[in-house]
């Protein structure tokens, strides 16, 4: 018979140090973040893993199933929602959305 492993539910769930797994093939990806709960509240932090520049960390929150926090990238000013939402295997699921902002000129056919 296999051991089944225990993974922590709810909110102690994302206690840890996360960083993606898949192989990307942007930089806008090479992030790890740490994640922390005192039984009240999170505390999150992230570093790019290529030149250790930390993120800017605010609105934490936590809906029972959702952790979402906003960061920003100081030396590029991008910033992004992070969700992060736990998963039976002991993973988190990680989506991170952006909005990019530029200048478009009439292009006259």
């Given at each position: 018979?296999?051991?089944?492993?225990?993974?922590?539910?709810?909110?102690?769930?994302?206690?840890?140090?996360?960083?993606?797994?898949?192989?990307?093939?942007?930089?806008?990806?090479?992030?790890?973040?740490?994640?922390?709960?005192?039984?009240?509240?999170?505390?999150?932090?992230?570093?790019?893993?290529?030149?250790?520049?930390?993120?800017?960390?605010?609105?934490?929150?936590?809906?029972?199933?959702?952790?979402?926090?906003?960061?920003?990238?100081?030396?590029?000013?991008?910033?992004?929602?992070?969700?992060?939402?736990?998963?039976?295997?002991?993973?988190?699921?990680?989506r991170f959305t952006?909005?990019?902002?530029?200048?478009?000129?009439?292009?006259?056919?």
């Amino acid at each position: 018979m296999s051991e089944v492993r225990a993974f922590p539910t709810g909110a102690r769930a994302l206690v840890g140090r996360w960083r993606h797994v898949a192989p990307w093939d942007s930089d806008d990806y090479l992030a790890e973040y740490q994640v922390s709960f005192d039984g009240q509240k999170f505390a999150v932090t992230g570093h790019d893993l290529n030149d250790g520049e930390h993120f800017e960390i605010t609105d934490i929150s936590w809906d029972g199933a959702t952790l979402r926090f906003r960061s920003l990238m100081p030396s590029t000013r991008r910033e992004g929602l992070n969700e992060f939402t736990p998963q039976p295997d002991g993973s988190v699921e990680s989506r991170f959305t952006f909005t990019v902002v530029e200048r478009m000129e009439r292009y006259e056919t």
